[in-house]
C-alpha cells in the first residue's frame, strides 16, 4: 500500500504519524511539502518537497508511484492544490479524502466581520481601525498595499515578498501562540483591529481570545470550498478511519492489486 498525504500543516504531521504507526509492514507513506516555507516541520516517513506540475502532473505522479489512496491535508487556504488534487484523483482512479480542521465559530463578546477574501478584508479595513495586526500570512499582500494611510502589524513565518503595505512591521514567528503573548502583542503595538482567516485549530486561536479581551474588531477570511463530492474528515483519526474503510490494507508494499 502507498498512500500520499498533500501536506504542510499540523493535522497532515500528526496524520503520517498515524499512518506510520498503523499501517501494515511495508507500507509507504509519503507526505508532500509545496516547499513554501523555509525550514518546513517534516513528517514521519517519506517526504517530497515542490509541486506536481499541475493536475496532470499530480495523476502522473499517482500512477507512477502506484498511490492507493490520497489524502489533501493542505491548508484550508490552499485551493489550488485542493481542486488539483480532484482532478488528478479522478484521473488516475485513486481514492481521495480532504483533510480539514473545523472552523472557529464566534462567541459572545466577538464583534467579527466576516469577508470573502484579502480584498474584501482589506476594504473593511478603514473604517474599522488604523493600526492593523494582519494574520493572514506573507502571500497575498498586495491586497493590503494601498491602504497607506493604516499601519500593520504582520506575522509570517518567512519574509514576505513586494508589494506591502507601506507602514509595516514584519514579525518572524511560528505557531503555537500563547494567550499571554497576544495579549502583548496587541497592547505594545496598540492595535485595534484584527485580521486573520478562518484557519480553524487551536495553534493560532488564542489571538482571537485576546482580541475578545481587548474589544477590537476582528475581520475574519471565509475559506474557499472543498472540491464538490471529495468527502471530508475533520481529524486524523477520522482520516485513518476512511482509510480502512476505503483501501484493503492486505495491499501491502507493491501498491493497488
Not at 496524520?15 to 516547499?35: E, Q
Not at 467579527?112 to 480584498?119: I, N, Q, Y
Not at 480553524?200 to 477570511?221: D, M, S
Request: net charge neutral; proline share 9%; aromatic share 6%.
Amino acid at each position: 500500500m502507498h498512500v500520499l498525504v498533500l501536506g504542510g500543516t499540523t493535522e497532515a504531521r500528526r496524520l503520517a504519524g498515524a499512518l506510520v504507526d498503523t499501517l501494515p509492514a511495508g507500507a509507504r507513506v509519503t507526505s508532500s511539502l509545496a516547499g513554501r516555507v523555509a525550514r518546513p516541520a517534516l513528517p514521519p516517513g517519506e517526504v517530497r518537497i515542490g509541486g506536481f506540475g499541475g493536475a496532470d502532473g499530480l495523476a502522473g505522479w499517482l500512477r507512477a508511484h502506484r498511490v492507493d489512496a490520497l489524502i489533501d491535508a493542505t491548508h484550508p487556504f490552499a485551493g489550488t492544490i485542493s481542486f488539483n488534487a480532484a482532478e488528478a484523483a479522478a484521473t488516475a482512479h485513486v481514492p481521495l479524502l480532504a483533510l480539514r480542521r473545523p472552523g472557529w465559530v464566534p462567541v459572545a463578546g466577538d464583534r467579527w466581520h466576516p469577508a470573502a477574501s484579502l480584498e474584501d478584508a482589506a476594504a473593511l479595513l478603514p473604517a474599522l481601525g488604523a493600526r492593523v495586526f494582519l494574520t493572514t500570512g506573507r502571500m497575498g499582500l498586495a491586497a493590503f498595499a494601498g491602504l497607506d494611510e493604516l499601519w500593520f502589524l504582520m506575522r509570517s513565518v518567512d519574509a514576505p515578498d513586494a508589494p506591502c503595505p507601506a507602514r509595516m512591521e514584519v514579525l518572524l514567528d511560528r505557531g503555537p501562540f500563547t494567550l499571554d503573548g497576544e495579549r502583548d502583542l496587541i497592547r505594545r503595538h496598540r492595535v485595534d483591529v484584527l485580521v486573520t482567516k478562518d484557519s480553524g485549530g487551536a495553534a493560532t486561536a488564542p489571538k482571537l481570545t485576546a482580541a475578545r479581551e481587548a474589544g477590537i474588531p476582528v475581520v475574519v477570511v471565509g475559506r474557499p470550498p472543498v472540491p464538490g463530492g471529495v468527502p471530508v474528515a475533520g481529524t486524523p483519526e477520522q482520516a485513518v478511519a476512511w482509510l480502512r474503510e476505503t483501501v484493503a490494507y492486505g495491499a501491502g508494499a507493491g501498491g493497488r492489486p
